[in-house]
């Protein structure tokens, strides 16, 4: 499935762990602040709950970016 989310969490995602080294492949093409990408059903769900951790549990100032695009990545997965 294609999804359009924003380059800067699914980049973190990326670089977090090598564990998320397919999601390297997925990306289909980058436009502008967004990475459009074709992941399944269970690379979406790693996704989602990674950046709903980011998005609710995460209150450190430094962070304050990384948490409004887990936001934005959350809302756009969850449609």
């Not at 304050?64 to 449609?79: E, I, N």
Request: net charge negative; hydrophobic share 35%; aromatic share 10%.
């Amino acid at each position: 499935m294609q999804v359009k989310v924003p380059s800067r969490f699914y980049k973190d995602h990326m670089d977090r762990s090598n564990e998320y080294q397919s999601l390297f492949n997925a990306v289909i093409k980058e436009v502008g602040n967004y990475v459009v990408a074709d992941l399944d059903e269970s690379q979406i769900s790693e996704l989602l709950n990674d950046a709903e951790y980011y998005a609710d549990g995460v209150d450190y100032p430094e962070l304050r970016g990384l948490q409004s695009s887990a936001k934005a990545t959350v809302k756009a997965l969850s449609k």
